[in-house]
């Protein structure tokens, strides 16, 4: 199935510790580049994610954004080291014992003191495996916008290969009656010159410029590559690279028939195929 490289995904879990964001964008590059950009608590992940990413993509740029906005519940929870408090509390005793004019413990110095307060940690073990299954969701959304953009885009590649193919079938339908136009042209123009002319040697002529304007090969070969761009987007795997090798095939095939146009039919009909693989070209960039 035709797939394109350009497609967004975006998956959002929510957890008893936070909520986990996953937001996938994909565009169109030679080869696969992986971007991942996720908060310090998950790099230790890193690895295990990009090994899920290159085990279903094969080609594009592809950027990846982790987001993880903890429970606010949870970030508002407060925890005292109780032995440090009491630790604390007992030397400001000792201490206002030794004064003159002893002073009240205050709470708010006391939780001010390092150690005192413990910022409450979450446990990352379930939302890291979370994550894991959040990035296959969301590489499930990824896959099936490229699949649906890539099918739009097989649509439009076929439409432009079956006007090459009827520009191809009409040139082959005219070659005889262009030839013979020339033909008739060239003696139309010795009679006007009224010089005799030895006839053998102007059939010789007249075979050497039918060969220069054959372009019955540059057809078939264009009918190969017309086939062969068909059965490739019919495949399962990446296609692209070998779609952009064959409008190099086709492009040359078509530059070949308007160095042999001998007709203002023939001329039109080379500018027209170029015209139309270079359509296919821009579409075929964006194929994985």
């Known amino acids: ?116 307060v413990q910022e409450s940690k979450i446990e990352m073990k379930p939302v890291l495996e979370a994550a894991e299954a959040s990035l296959e969701k969301a590489l499930d959304e990824l896959l099936a916008n490229r699949e649906r953009e890539g099918e739009r885009m097989r649509d439009l590649i076929i439409q432009r290969c079956d006007a090459i193919q009827q520009i191809v079938d009409q040139t082959r339908d005219k070659m005889p009656e262009i030839q013979a ?47 062969e761009m068909k059965d490739i987007l019919n495949r399962d795997d990446a296609v692209g690279r070998r779609l952009d090798f064959l409008m190099q095939e086709l492009n040359r095939e078509a530059n070949t028939l308007g160095s042999k146009a001998a007709d203002i039919s023939s001329t039109n009909a080379s500018v027209e195929l170029k015209v139309l693989i270079e359509q296919m070209r821009e579409q075929i960039q964006n194929i994985e």
Request: net charge neutral; with cysteine; aromatic share 6%.
């Open 181 to 227: 136009r020339y033909h008739q042209r060239l003696r139309d123009r010795l009679d006007e010159l009224k010089v005799e002319i030895n006839n053998d040697r102007l059939e010789q002529e007249l075979v050497h410029l039918a060969q220069k304007m054959d372009v019955d090969e540059e057809l078939d070969r264009l009918d190969s590559h017309l086939k």
């Open 1 to 116: 199935m035709t797939k394109s490289m350009t497609a967004f995904a975006r998956v959002q879990k929510n957890l008893a510790e936070g909520d986990l964001i996953w937001e996938l964008r994909s565009v169109n590059n030679r080869f696969l580049e992986l971007y991942l950009k996720m908060p310090e608590d998950f790099r230790a992940n890193e690895v295990r994610f990009r090994e899920i990413l290159q085990k279903r993509l094969k080609r594009g740029k592809i950027e990846c954004f982790l987001r993880f906005n903890a429970n606010v519940q949870q970030a508002e929870t407060i925890n005292i080291n109780q032995q440090q408090a009491k630790s604390l509390v007992k030397a400001c005793h000792e201490i206002n014992n030794l004064l003159h004019q002893p002073s009240e413990v205050d709470p708010i110095e006391v939780l001010q003191w390092p150690g005192v």
